[in-house]
């Protein structure tokens, strides 16, 4: 099996969707699928979570996009509406999937 190079954080730990907010793995999923995309807080929260209430769901997408917008995954712009908008950090992408890769292989694992 082809072992990938860590991704870390700042302070060099590894890097780990285990400890980040809940719904990140999903969201970053999502943009690596469609890297063009581009959506508010709550359009986010809207396609991925219809089944669930949103104002329960926006504080938990709030922490995820706040996660991978820290760490560079995702960049985070102010649309006319003055409401941020989030896209795909291109220049992230092959880490991106690499960590959801490693993250996906940990939970197959369990």
Known sequence: MLAL???VERDGSPMS???APVRTGEILDYFLRHP???DTLEGVARWRLLEESVYRCVEEIREALGWLVARG???QD???S???LF???RER???AARILIGSERRRRRD
């Open 87 to 89: 896209r795909l950090n």
């Open 93 to 95: 992408a092959p880490d």
């Open 17 to 19: 969707l285990e400890t």
């Open 5 to 7: 190079p860590s991704i």
């Open 73 to 75: 995954f995702l960049l």
């Open 82 to 84: 003055l409401r941020p």
């Open 36 to 38: 063009l995309a581009a």
């Open 78 to 80: 102010r649309g006319a």
